[in-house]
Each structure stands twice: as structure tokens, then as C-alpha cells.
């Protein structure tokens, strides 16, 4: 029930601002997220995946003639992530106090209904529904970016909206291909994450795998944002308010390393070991290419941009190195 909290807070938060009157719009936030963190913080301190237990799950069946359920689990990293994510959320909005002036009320609204979808993605154990929050998350920041950003918001929004949602659309087709098939195998619709995962990792022959691996990548890369596609990002930073630049820097970059680490390795790992190096190339490159171009810049927002590319781009080259010590050093 715990986890469930920290989806169902922020976004009874996101109702209570929208309806609060403009003057206290950004104390209901600031208390709502702050209980949010809370709750994070007690359910952390009951986790028993610390101790090497098996965390934390709970399910509720949804459209089960489908095999789609709202399942949550929370293991030691998404736990991580979820205390990061619920931890600089009333950061950012005590921060805006002063920056935000106008449109108070969606502005934190907004705030709140990305902390859920981001929580949600960590959380979510059945296929479909980490989709949705993956997806959703460009609704809110989209908005942040294109009503409360800087002179060339509505640019800076419009090519964050083109990278990311057309990547999405591509790793659903290579999601839903994974589902479809195990349909095909086992007679009936399954979009429960460590089923699939078991499943494409040994039932998808090694064509199969790299079809999906190249979607997946499509949405997750893009979210990284891994070189080449990551031009979106130092636009989006400089043109974001400083609290969405604090998000997209602390937690929204690292959905699409998690999505690598979540499903690429362990969904796909022929079609992993096959092209790691070519990854590992791209990663490289990124990160060279971004650490040279810290170098002349003056923006603190377009430092911090590039900055995260490279570091990111360790990240991933971590996670495809292949080895345990890689991985753990990635995460």
C-alpha cells in the first residue's frame, strides 16, 4: 500500500493545487511532495531488499483478459531512484517560489503529476503501465518547457516533444512485438515484465533480438540521450525553468539509462553482445564530444547540458561493457 502512496499522493496533489487559490497553490505542493518524500523514506526504511530480501510488490488486476495489470515492485535500485526522484521534487518547487510568478497553479500541478509518472516508472512491474509513465512524463515536462521556459521555450519545447515521443513510439512497437509474440508462443497475453523478460531472452531467435534491441534503443537513447540523438537536450536545458532543468539533470535523464539497464541487457542479450561495441563506440564518442564542448561554454544550463551527456555516456558504456563491475559502476 506504501507504494501505491507515492503515485496516488502526488497526483490527489496535483487536483488539490489546480483547485487551491493562486496565493497558496505552491504551500499545498511544497506539503504535498514534501509528505511524498516522507512516505519514501518509511517505505525505504522497511525495504527488505536492503538485507537481500525480495523488496517490494504489489498487484492489482486491471484488463486481465489482456494480461494487463497495475503491478508495482520495487527493488534496491528503483528504490534508489524513487528516494532521488521524491527527494528533489520539494527542492524544485521550493526553488520556484520567487522564479514562478505566473500560471502558479499549473505550473506545480504539473510538477506533481511528473513526480508520479517518474515514481511510476521506477515502481512499475507490468509492461504496459511502465510505458504509460515512461510516456507520460513528456506531457507535464512539455509543458514546463513551452509555458514557463525561457525566449525560445516554445523551439526548445516542440523538438523535446519530436525526439522523445517518435523514440517512444518506436520501442512500443518493439514492446508490443515482444508481447504479440509471447502470445503467439504461450496462447494468452502476458505484459508482466520478469515474464517477458525470460521469454524474449530465450524465445526470440537472433534477428528477433536485434529488431527489438534497435527499438528499445530508439526510446531509451533519446532519453539518455546518448549520441548522436541528443541534440534536443542542451536546447532544453537553457530554455527550461530552473527547476525543470533540475529534473531533466537529476531524474528524467536516467529513465532511459534504467530502461537499458530494466530491459535491454537482460530482454535481448544476444543482440546485446552483438552490438555492445558499437554502443560502446557511440558512447565514447558522446562522451569526448560533450567533454570538449563544456569547454567553451559560458551558459551554466548548457554546462550542465553537455556535462550530462557525458556523463551519461559513461553510464551507458558501463552497462555495455558487460561485465559486473561495469554494470555496478553504471548504476
Known sequence: MMAWLLLLVP???????????????????????????????????????????????????WLTSFGVGLSIHADSVSMLLVLLTTLLMPLCILGSFTSITTREKEYYAWLLVLQAAMVGVFLARD????????????????????????????????KFFIYTFTGSMI????????????RETQGSWSWDIPALTAFAATGLSPGQQGWVLFALLAGFAVKVPLFPVHTWLPLAHTEAPTAGSVILAGVLLKLGTYGLYRFVLPMVPVAVVEYAPLIAVLSIVGILYAALICWVQSDIKKLVAYSSVSHLGFCVLGLFALNPEGVQGSV
Do not use: D, H, K
Not at 504509460?132 to 512524463?137: D, L, N, Q, V
Not at 520501442?171 to 509471447?182: E, H, I, M, N, S
Open 11 to 61: 497526483l490527489a496533489g496535483a487536483a488539490a493545487v489546480a483547485l487551491a487559490p493562486s496565493g497558496r497553490a505552491r504551500m499545498v505542493a511544497l506539503a504535498v511532495s514534501t509528505l511524498t518524500f516522507l512516505l519514501s523514506v518509511v517505505m525505504a526504511s522497511q525495504f527488505e531488499a536492503w538485507a537481500g530480501g525480495f523488496g517490494i510488490e504489489s498487484n492489482a488486476p
Open 171 to 182: 520501442t512500443l512497437a518493439g514492446l508490443v512485438y515482444v508481447a504479440w509474440q509471447f
Open 127 to 158: 509492461l504496459l503501465f511502465f510505458y504509460i509513465c515512461f510516456e507520460f512524463t513528456l506531457v507535464p515536462m512539455f509543458f514546463l518547457i513551452a509555458i514557463y521556459g525561457g525566449e525560445n521555450r516554445s523551439r526548445a519545447a516542440i
